[in-house]
């Protein structure tokens, strides 16, 4: 797998710490990390990852506005999301899948699978 | 007394008459004979007179009177001569004898009644000499008299006496008869018997006045006898008639009074009823409200009136719809018109209804009122407020959202902590505290598991989650769930024998995959090592049938109802414990009781178990292959060629019919997706092939299309029957394009592996009116196309087996596909060059991330009506 440059959005320092980690330490990917929506967009408009993996809980902000606001942007439009939540229903995957993301990883996810799971959700081979 | 009058009177006339004709009789004869008497008399005086004067001529002569004397001694002879004389010219008389008095002188000869005087002069020689007088008493004549009287008065008496005889004989002759009519008409008035008859007199008597009186009388009798038959008969027909009348009106009254007392009781009754009809309506704790045929309400009870917050007279005779109804149910959604369509009790339904300006959501439930002949007249709705219910129900959801979330949270930590630990990419981990990692990470994974099926069964059971249904391949749900499991099943050393049956059914495909996962998961888990797990299916025309059989120790009986229950696990000693929740057989219950289903177990301990779940196939879903869908078409001026051949193209079988009468037969044997009729308006008779069709129990559902060359806002009640209206004349595309519509053939092919895309899109697509068929793969794709020709194509690039270029490749050789609207939703940017090999029909490109649903669905839209502009295809709700 080649490398790729990822963003981690999180309000939850673990998660944050963990699954950089695993994306670092499984794939050698470059990871940054931001703890909240409004440090995703800026970090997105200045590091231009190839995908974003974004929580969907987060205080004030919470995915679902942070992915529209990113759509909304020209600069930031063309970036792949994830989704990142412990929402797992269907009818709540179904959701956010209507809104224009890419895929949805449920939490807790297995950090050895991980990458490969954004892989397939983003069609990255 | 008349009768004696009658008699008295007639024998008093003859008497009458007869003594007065004696009398005159007798009168006469005496006076005749007096005069004839005294004529005698008298001559027999002149005679003497004469004889005297004789002998005494010659004494006048001479003077002797002594002669004289002489000759009127002799008359001593004669007693009645009292007194003679004879008398010289002169002086005294010559002779007397008896008493000559004075009267003689001067006295007329005839004045005295007492005697009879003669003086006769005697001539001699012509020269009288002297007078002759004689005097006679009247003795002789008063002894005749008295004889002559004597005579009379015995010849009256003699007379009148048989006169009398004679009378009283004779007068019967008149009275008799007389009398007799007199007797019989006083007998007939007072017996008013008009059968009495007078009898005729003797025949000799015949023919007067009184026969014909009596015979005429008779005759009246007869008459007035056969009148008064005629009128006792009339009268007793009349009384017959009268006493018929008279009982009848009797009987009448009878019922009447009967009829009366009867109604007055159901009167009473249906108050009664009505009041207690009131009382339980009112009882009830549910809003209850009666709607008929028009929608308008016609009851209602206190506490559907309470929780509208209206009085119920001003419900009552207003309409459902616009009273009650907010403006996003449109009225096609409403359940009350839908059980008017189908005639079936409603799902339970929530929505919300207008009050005043703002709404409250009730749930409710309708059921029909089902007439004679299935005609509907309208409906009963069961409501309640479940403002409430929804307040904890959100709470709730909350909760377990909340809890869900914060639970995963930390967990999210654990689990990648010691999954990242275990893996030794942070360190060399020792082999004791690898395994210690290994049960700290199953445990977490068991644990997630659990929040997940708690929180599954949870949406399930609160029939949160809705299915997703879809036509789909039994077999490949079989084959999906056994790929699930397939590696569960290597590890354990366990065989999974597939029997698959090819068949659709309408259900929702993930679920039923995650039931038999489940199902086959329990299954492996109990079964020993070397044994198989089986999995077979059968289908009939309603039902479809799953069958997981295993090999195992089998469930305990008294256990088969139970462990459908949550966390009732089977005592599970001895099975290889794969960290199951215990929720995963109520799971399955849930999914199948919410498809409609019965789910159970069967065992023999020791000999394994078998588990079992039946769904119900939605009626008409059917293989395409196996049933083609017919259309059955009538046009009276037509040419149906180019059409036949259009709907053959795209999929159809059209069955032309040459006359209308053959349309009920037509569509009862061939069963067809649509009808398509060809009338002119609203006056066509013809429009009653329509309503046959609509009153028909078995052919109510087969959709109609009218064409026809009146606009459809002027078909009235006819708008109602169709299904859908094309103007007349119309040409092919546009009337195969509304066959398509109505039977449901609008369909879209989506091509996407990734299922919960699928989902997504199929339900954006749905609530659109779109019916899609969901491939996986390439392959899929090319089956599902060979199968049915769909009207568009949604294509993903990446694909298992035969990817999207590929896909279109094939496509491309086929007449029929080459030219069907494709759109291209693929994860990335597609290039110039690719895009020319991606062209179908009019084509579209979508990148994944960048469209939301609606504006996916809307370039889904614009395609089809690309192809078709003559029709829009319309959202159905």
Redesign the interface.
């Known amino acids: 797998m080649q490398a790729r440059h990822i963003l981690i959005v999180d309000d939850?320092d673990?998660?944050r710490e963990?699954?950089s980690?695993?994306l670092e330490?499984?794939q050698g990917w470059e990871v940054n990390k931001a703890s909240s929506g409004r440090e995703a967009i800026d970090k997105a408009l200045t590091l231009k990852p190839d995908a974003i993996l974004l929580d969907v809980?987060m205080p004030e902000m919470d995915g679902p506005s942070t992915f529209r606001l990113l759509?909304a942007d020209a600069r930031t439009?063309?970036i792949?999301?994830i989704f990142l939540t412990?929402?797992?229903?269907?009818?709540d995957?179904?959701g956010f899948?209507?809104?224009?993301?890419?895929?949805?990883i449920a939490?807790?996810?297995?950090?050895?699978t991980l990458a490969a799971e954004i892989a397939e959700r983003?069609?990255w081979s | 007394m008349r009768a004696k009058s009658i008699q008295r009177k007639l024998q008093g006339m003859i008497m009458l008459t007869s003594s007065i004709v004696l009398l005159l009789a007798c009168a006469a004869f005496v006076v005749v004979d007096l005069a004839g008497a005294r004529y005698t008399l008298n001559r027999d005086l002149l005679s003497l007179a004469e004889i005297i004067g004789a002998n005494s001529t010659a004494p006048l002569t001479f003077g002797d009177r002594e002669a004289a004397s002489e000759v009127l001694e002799a008359l001593e002879s004669k007693p009645s001569i009292i007194a003679a004389a004879i008398y010289a010219n002169s002086g005294p008389p010559l002779a007397t004898y008896g008493a000559v008095n004075q009267q003689m002188q001067g006295s007329t000869l005839f004045g005295f009644m007492s005697r009879i005087e003669v003086a006769l002069e005697i001539v001699l020689d012509g020269e009288k000499i002297g007078t002759v007088y004689i005097a006679s008493d009247l003795r002789d004549f008063m002894t005749h008299l008295r004889q002559q009287a004597v005579l009379a008065v015995g010849i009256l008496f003699a007379a009148l006496l048989m006169a009398y005889l004679l009378a009283s004989r004779l007068q019967r002759l008149i009275s008799q008869p007389i009398l007799e009519l007199a007797t019989v008409a006083a007998k007939v008035r007072s017996q008013k018997d008009y059968s009495i008859r007078v009898l005729l007199p003797d025949s000799k008597a015949a023919a007067d006045e009184l026969t014909e009186l009596v015979t005429g009388f008779n005759q009246m009798l007869t008459e007035i006898e056969q009148r008064d038959e005629e009128l006792s008969r009339h009268r007793d027909d009349l009384e017959h008639q009268v006493d018929v009348r008279t009982a009848e009106l009797r009987s009448t009254n009878t019922k009447l009074a009967d009829a009366k007392v009867v109604a007055e009781s159901v009167a009473e009754l249906n108050a009664e009823l009505s009041r207690q009809r009131q009382m339980i309506l009112d009882a009830a704790g549910e809003g209850i409200m009666g709607v008929d045929g028009a929608g308008i309400v016609t009851f209602i009870n206190t506490t559907g009136a309470e929780i509208l917050r209206r009085p119920a007279e001003q419900l009552v005779g207003g309409s459902l719809h616009a009273g009650l109804h907010s403006k996003e149910l449109a009225s096609v959604d409403c359940p009350m018109c839908e059980i008017k369509r189908t005639g079936n009790r409603s799902a339970q339904t929530t929505c919300s209804v207008r009050i005043d300006s703002s709404t409250i959501p009730i749930e409710y439930i309708a059921t029909p009122m089902i007439e004679s002949e299935g005609w509907r007249s309208g409906g009963v709705v069961m409501f309640r407020d479940i403002t409430e219910r929804l307040a904890i129900e959100r709470m709730k959801d909350e909760f377990v959202?909340t809890v869900?979330?914060e639970l995963?949270?930390p967990?999210?930590?654990?689990?990648?902590?010691l999954?990242?630990l275990g893996?030794g990419?942070?360190g060399t981990v020792e082999e004791r505290a690898k395994r210690m990692l290994d049960i700290a990470i199953s445990n977490?994974d068991r644990l997630?598991r659990l929040i997940?099926d708690i929180?599954?069964l949870e949406?399930i059971e609160s029939g949160?989650?809705?299915l997703?249904k879809t036509d789909v391949n039994v077999a490949e749900v079989m084959e999906e769930a056994v790929l699930v499991v397939q590696a569960i099943a290597d590890a354990a050393g366990v065989a999974i024998v597939l029997e698959k049956v090819d068949a659709t059914a309408s259900l929702d495909r993930?679920r039923i995959v995650q039931t038999l996962t489940n199902l086959l998961g329990n299954a492996i888990k109990f079964s020993p090592r070397g044994t198989n797990v089986r999995l077979s299916g059968s289908v009939d025309q309603l039902n479809l049938t799953f069958r997981i059989r295993d090999e195992g120790r089998g469930v305990p009986v008294d256990q088969l109802d139970t462990i459908f229950e949550r966390f009732k696990q089977v005592d599970a000693s001895d099975s290889r414990d794969k960290g199951g929740s215990g929720l995963g057989l109520p799971i399955c219950r849930s999914i199948v009781a919410a498809h409609g289903g019965r789910i159970w177990a069967e065992s023999v301990e020791g000999q394994g178990s078998a588990f079992s779940f039946t769904l119900p196939r939605s009626a008409g879903v059917t293989a395409p292959s196996e049933s083609p869908r017919t259309v059955v078409i009538w046009s009276e001026n037509r040419d149906m060629n180019p059409i036949s051949e259009l709907l053959q193209e795209r999929g159809f079988t059209p069955v032309i019919i040459e006359s209308l009468s053959d349309l009920m037969e037509a569509v009862l044997t061939r069963r067809p997706d649509a009808v398509v009729l060809d009338l002119l308006s609203a006056s066509d008779p013809r429009w009653r092939f329509v309503e046959a069709l609509k009153r028909n129990e078995e052919t109510e559902t087969v959709p109609i299309i009218v064409a026809s060359s009146q606009p459809e806002v002027l078909l009235g009640r006819y708008v109602d029957l169709i299904a859908r209206w094309i103007p007349s004349p119309f040409n092919e595309r546009e009337l195969v394009d509304a066959v398509s519509t109505v039977s449901g053939s609008i369909n879209v092919l989506v091509i996407e592996d990734?299922l919960?895309?699928a989902?997504?899109i199929t339900?954006?697509l749905q609530a659109r009116g779109i019916h899609t068929v969901h491939a996986m793969t390439g392959r899929e794709a090319i089956e599902a196309c060979q199968r049915e020709i769909p009207m568009l194509v949604v294509l993903d690039l990446?694909l298992p087996e035969l990817d999207g270029f590929e896909v279109v490749e094939w496509m491309r050789t086929n007449r029929a596909l080459s030219s069907v609207p494709l759109l291209v939703f693929?994860?990335?940017e597609v290039s110039g060059s690719e895009q020319e090999r991606l062209r179908l029909g009019p084509t579209d490109f979508l990148i994944?991330?960048?469209?939301?649903?609606d504006e996916f669905a809307d370039t889904v839209m614009k395609l089809l009506n690309a192809v078709n502009p003559a029709r829009e295809i319309k959202n159905a709700s």
């Open positions: 939850e673990d998660i963990i699954a980690l695993t330490l499984t809980m759509q439009s063309s792949p999301v412990a929402k797992v229903q269907a009818a995957k179904r899948l209507q809104l224009g993301v890419c895929g949805v939490k807790p996810f297995d950090p050895l983003l069609s | 959202s869900s979330h995963r949270t967990l999210t930590s654990i689990r990648g902590a999954g990242l893996s990419l942070i977490t997630v997940n929180l599954d949406r949160k989650v809705e997703n993930d990734d919960d895309l989902g997504v339900a954006g990446v693929s994860a990335r994944k991330s960048r469209v939301s649903l």
